[in-house]
Each structure stands twice: as C-alpha cells, then as structure tokens.
C-alpha cells in the first residue's frame, strides 16, 4: 500500500512538472522566435548579412536547442515621440552655405547647435546627408549626427546605409553606430 500511494503521489508530481515545463518551453520558443525576428528586422534596418553562426531554433521531442545570437544593441529610427512635428520642415539650403564658408570649427559646431534651439526641426534623410557633406571634420560630422538624428523625418531601413556613406571613414561609421544604438 504506501508504497504504491508513495509512488503514485510522484507520478502525479511528475505529471504536473511535465505539463509546467511544456508550457514553460512553449512560451520560451515563442520569446526566441520574438527575439529572433527583432534580430532579422534590425539586420535588414541596418543592411547587415546574417553571419552563418546563428542559428534558428530547433525542435526535437525531447528538447529544444538554441545557438547563441551574438548580443546587439539595438539601433532604431527614431521614435515617434523623438520627432518634432510641429515645426515645418527647414529649408537648409542656407544652413549647407553657412557650414560650409566657415572658416573655423568652433563656427560650424555653433551653427549645428543652433539648428536645436527650441527644439529640433524636421530634416529629410537628403537634407541631414547634405548638412553632413557640408561639415569638415569628423568630430562635427559625429556631431552632427548626434544633435540631428532623431529630426530624421523619413527615415527608412533602405536610407540607413545611403545615410552611412555620408561619414567617409569606416571609424567615423563605428562611431555613429556606436552613438545610435544609445538612442
């Protein structure tokens, strides 16, 4: 008798850990297909290959196996919040003339910071590339992209890299990625 009573009040335990750890694993794949898809959206947003070490998740019966993902950080269009819609958009035909006869970089970084007083204004992903192109050195390049990207008003994974070939060196490209995965 107890020992069959034993036996059955563990089978009935087990029986319940079965169903919570299928369920449990259930909800698991469905965050890893989540994180998954997160993962291939921003690949595609930032025009990046997957590299053949990742791995999709595979099921077997008795367990499921996932390959690492190497950690990113994610890097977004800016937010709906982040963009200021109540300014129209600028006409930076004169903004480009002014960076660009400066004779000082103190003159041009006053002129990029004058472009947020009260607010940063709608540019279009050609305006900020001309803005970018009308800047000399690095620094204010980076700068610019700082002060300026969230007023990106049309800003598009297919615009991302086009937007990229505005920094001429591959550390400057690090650098505003690095920059924009804070944002």
Same mark, same amino acid.
């Given at each position: 008798?107890? *020992?069959?009573?034993?036996?059955?009040?563990?089978?009935?335990?087990?029986?319940? +850990? !079965?169903?919570?750890?299928?369920?449990?694993?259930?909800?698991?794949?469905?965050?890893?297909?989540?994180?998954? @898809?997160? !993962?291939?959206?921003?690949?595609?947003? #930032?025009?990046?290959?997957?590299?053949?070490? $990742?791995?999709? $998740?595979?099921?077997? /019966? @008795?367990?499921?196996?996932?390959?690492?993902? =190497?950690?990113?950080? =994610?890097?977004?269009? /800016?937010?709906?919040?982040? +963009?200021?819609?109540? &300014? /129209? /958009?600028?006409?930076?035909?004169?903004?480009?003339?002014?960076?660009?006869?400066?004779? &000082?970089?103190?003159? *041009?970084?006053?002129?990029?910071?004058?472009?947020? !007083?009260?607010? !940063? +204004?709608? #540019?279009?992903?050609?305006? &900020?590339?001309?803005? $970018?192109? @009308?800047?000399?050195?690095?620094?204010?390049?980076?700068?610019?992209?700082?002060? #300026?990207?969230?007023?990106?008003? %049309?800003?598009?994974?297919? +615009?991302?890299?086009?937007?990229?070939?505005?920094? =001429? &060196? %591959?550390?400057?490209?690090?650098?505003?990625?690095? #920059?924009?995965?804070? $944002?």
């Amino acid at each position: 008798g107890w *020992r069959l009573d034993m036996n059955m009040d563990r089978l009935q335990n087990l029986e319940k +850990k !079965v169903v919570q750890l299928e369920r449990e694993d259930a909800e698991e794949r469905n965050l890893i297909a989540k994180l998954q @898809a997160e !993962v291939s959206q921003l690949r595609a947003f #930032l025009g990046v290959q997957s590299p053949s070490s $990742v791995s999709t $998740v595979q099921s077997s /019966p @008795a367990s499921t196996m996932v390959s690492s993902v =190497p950690p990113t950080s =994610p890097v977004s269009a /800016p937010s709906a919040a982040a +963009k200021t819609t109540h &300014f /129209p /958009p600028i006409d930076t035909t004169e903004i480009v003339r002014r960076l660009s006869s400066a004779a &000082f970089a103190t003159e *041009r970084t006053e002129i990029l910071k004058e472009l947020t !007083v009260g607010g !940063v +204004k709608p #540019l279009t992903c050609d305006q &900020f590339g001309d803005i $970018v192109d @009308a800047l000399r050195f690095d620094d204010e390049r980076i700068l610019a992209a700082e002060l #300026l990207w969230s007023s990106l008003s %049309d800003l598009e994974p297919a +615009k991302f890299q086009s937007l990229l070939s505005h920094f =001429p &060196f %591959d550390e400057e490209k690090d650098r505003v990625m690095s #920059l924009l995965r804070g $944002v």
